[in-house]
């Protein structure tokens, strides 16, 4: 797995998860950051011509750095809720093919706290390059679990006490007038058609974001971003007794 940029280079090289480091020839100090940080842990940095890193990128904006990762650790659905500090607070993607999209998500659900995101092997984005770098290393620090079905993991997070929230354009509950603070997976759909048939049916709950303008629908990482720090404030409105 290989990630490239700034960012994502050094929330890597901070999760302990870079193996090799390859850097341009060129000096600055973001570039001196990443050297040096590589160097007190470690990894060995590679110095490389300019277009050597743009064909390692395939063509995308690598910032002068790409990184070489190990093998993340592998989770299962039971792991991330039995990995949670308090209440699980879980995020669920069916079918969600966009990398910038899907690294924008990771983002999110690492700032909001989230304890671990399920995604479906087969049909979830690539999880390096684009992904990694829409996420700004956030796909570094992020727990995933990858299954082969996301139905069967709704099941089974049902199994494990842990409460399903869809979020569906036409679901007449609005996503704030639903109690975000238990042991929560929040779900969302692929960009344009949503959750699928079965992944809807088996949400315990549907909620929607209610919307004022012309627009119909938001992209799904802002959707996300609304419903995940919607469920953080309530969370911390609960912690303090609020």
């Not at 390692?56 to 750095?65: E, K, S």
């Not at 088996?202 to 469920?231: H, R, T, W, Y």
Request: proline content about 4%.
């Amino acid at each position: 797995m290989v990630v490239f940029g700034i960012h994502p280079v050094l929330e890597a090289l901070r999760a302990g998860r870079v193996s090799v480091v390859r850097v341009a020839d060129r000096e600055g100090p973001r570039l001196r950051e990443i050297v040096e940080l590589a160097s007190r842990t470690g990894v060995p940095v590679q110095r490389e011509p300019a277009e050597r890193l743009e064909n390692r990128a395939r063509g995308r904006v690598h910032q002068g750095v790409i990184a070489e990762l190990t093998e993340g650790a592998s989770y299962d659905v039971a792991a991330l809720v039995d990995g949670a500090a308090a209440a699980p607070f879980i995020v669920v993607l069916d079918g969600v093919e966009d990398p910038h999209n899907l690294g924008a998500i990771l983002r999110t659900a690492d700032a909001a706290g989230v304890d671990g995101v399920v995604v479906q092997d087969r049909r979830s984005a690539a999880r390096s390059g684009v992904a990694a770098k829409a996420s700004a290393g956030a796909i570094s620090h992020i727990r995933l679990a990858e299954v082969v079905n996301v139905a069967r993991a709704l099941d089974e997070l049902k199994e494990l006490g842990v409460w399903t929230v869809g979020l569906a354009g036409e679901a007449p509950q609005v996503y704030d007038q639903v109690d975000l603070t238990g042991p929560i997976a929040v779900v969302l759909g692929a960009e344009g058609p949503g959750m699928r048939r079965l992944v809807r049916q088996k949400c315990d709950f549907l909620v929607s974001i209610p919307m004022a303008g012309q627009v119909g629908s938001l992209n799904v990482s802002v959707a996300a971003g609304v419903v995940l720090f919607e469920a953080a404030r309530q969370r911390r409105a609960i912690a303090s007794g609020r």
